[in-house]
């Protein structure tokens, strides 16, 4: 993420002085993945402040500490130093470690800390020294939205000049608009973004992410996706959370919004996040062998891990009640718990693109990009390891259509569950694995868990739903 090379803190304060910066801003994330931020002007950071760090209030944000606890400190990590292309006065950006000011440990509520935890409990067990995480994130570009609920009226509406809704309008419509679920890949006039995204590919690598690619998605509304290379576990989480700044502001500056919701429009194709991860020693890739799919059995054993555990990550990496409007059979969702080389109808899927050691990995790909990528990776890497200590079997690999299996077939193939808050009640009676080397701490799962069911999955329950009009105004 860092223009950097091998920023330290006073590589950082160097830097300040080139670009002239007048103002720096911290960044952390909550609980459920959202970015916040606090502004300084550049005079209060010097070389104290990367130890002594800067007060917030914990009580304030989601999920944190409660109101008598809620002082916390912000200590900036120079390896995350950059300059942030949306501000109009040259700032300074860095990610901050959150810490308790009494203690001067990390809080264990803080995202970020339990992503370097996940990769420190990778290395006390002797079975990798590095876990690599590459996540592509599809997003969709509305010009307009809107969305309001109150006691008397609850509604939303999109607008997209790409959209197939949009027939009856005569403001710049020339006609050119991907059929529902035959968007992947088409050339422009029909691709109306291309330049969009080749803005907000170069801008993320003037940023420092290592991006390879974009392209229009499968679903209509301008849906997206830019990918972004491979890298350490926690540095993706880092890259995923910078990858959604710059994809929302570049739109935002064009007239367009951004949003990473997993299932926005009824009746195309939802956002995913599908997450391709590897485990290396030394250097050496250790998924590459001479087993199906060119696997090595440490693979296959991650991928039992997947597997057995993919009730209970459902909550942390598909985390909202929309997410299960995108995993919906019907929908040829990955909501079946299989592995299998290139079918991508599978919870789990080998890419075939490549037989080089290095490019061996598994594709999970049950993740959307409403989670918390530092929760979600670290996660999946947790259940994988799991499956690794405990030579986990994945079974048969599934080389057909899961969608075309006879229903006796289909019932010995297990599943995401059907709603968030089933995937809660699995999370729930499935998380030990995650508490391994004190990386996530019951004290976060059971606040999450609370949080989940209260704020999301009762508030909905409690309100009427606008196609419930429809279905029973008149009975």
Not at 118 to 145: N, R
Not at 314 to 329: D, E, F, G, I, Q
Not at 358 to 381: G, H, Q, T, W
Request: include cysteine; proline fraction near 7%.
């Amino acid at each position: 993420m860092s223009p950097i090379t091998d920023a330290t803190p006073a590589k950082v304060l160097e830097f300040i002085q080139q670009q002239g910066a007048q103002m720096f801003d911290l960044r952390f994330t909550d609980l459920h993945g959202l970015w916040h931020h606090i502004s300084y002007p550049i005079a209060k950071l010097t070389a104290e402040s990367f130890r002594d760090g800067f007060g917030m209030d914990g009580s304030s944000i989601r999920g944190w500490a409660a109101i008598h606890e809620s002082d916390m400190l912000l200590i900036p990590d120079a390896t995350t130093c950059g300059l942030d292309p949306f501000a109009e006065v040259p700032t300074v950006t860095m990610i901050a470690d959150v810490i308790d000011p009494v203690t001067r440990q990390r809080y264990d509520r803080d995202p970020r800390y339990i992503a370097s935890k996940a990769e420190m409990y990778l290395a006390s067990t002797g079975l990798a020294d590095e876990a690599m995480f590459g996540a592509e994130a599809e997003f969709f570009l509305f010009d307009s939205v809107s969305f309001d609920q109150k006691p008397n009226h609850g509604f939303y509406y999109l607008d997209s000049d790409e959209g197939r809704w949009n027939s009856a309008r005569r403001d710049g419509n020339l006609g050119y608009r991907p059929r529902y679920g035959e968007g992947y890949f088409p050339v422009p006039p029909t691709d109306q973004h291309h330049d969009l995204r080749t803005e907000m590919l170069l801008t993320m690598r003037d940023a420092g992410l290592e991006v390879e690619c974009h392209h229009h998605e499968v679903a209509s509304g301008g849906q997206s996706e830019i990918g972004l290379r491979y890298t350490t576990l926690l540095r993706a989480a880092d890259a995923m959370m910078l990858y959604k700044y710059i994809v929302r502001n570049v739109a935002r500056v064009h007239g367009k919004s951004a949003t990473f919701m997993p299932k926005p429009i009824f009746g195309d194709n939802g956002n995913s996040m599908h997450t391709h991860q590897s485990l290396w020693m030394q250097g050496k890739p250790l998924f590459f062998g001479d087993g199906y799919a060119g696997l090595s059995e440490v693979a296959l054993w991650y991928i039992g891990g997947l597997i057995k555990h993919g009730p209970a990550l459902a909550a942390l990496v598909s985390p909202t009640t929309n997410s299960y409007k995108r995993l919906s059979a019907a929908l040829e969702a990955p909501v079946n718990l299989a592995y299998s080389r290139r079918n991508r109808s599978a919870a789990c899927r080998i890419p075939m693109y490549s037989s080089a050691p290095e490019a061996k990995r598994v594709e999970y790909r049950p993740p959307d990009p409403s989670c918390n990528p530092y929760i979600a990776f670290s996660a999946m890497l947790m259940a994988g390891l799991d499956g690794i200590e405990n030579r986990m079997d994945p079974g048969s690999p599934l080389d057909k259509d899961i969608y075309d299996l006879g229903p006796e077939e289909l019932q010995r193939v297990p599943s995401i569950p059907p709603t968030l808050d089933q995937a809660l009640d699995a999370l729930s009676m499935d998380y030990q694995f995650l508490l391994k080397g004190d990386v996530f701490t019951e004290d976060l799962l059971e606040t999450y868990m609370a949080y989940k069911r209260e704020r999301e999955v009762n508030a909905l329950r409690l309100r009427p739903h606008p196609y419930e009009f429809s279905m029973y105004y008149d009975v």
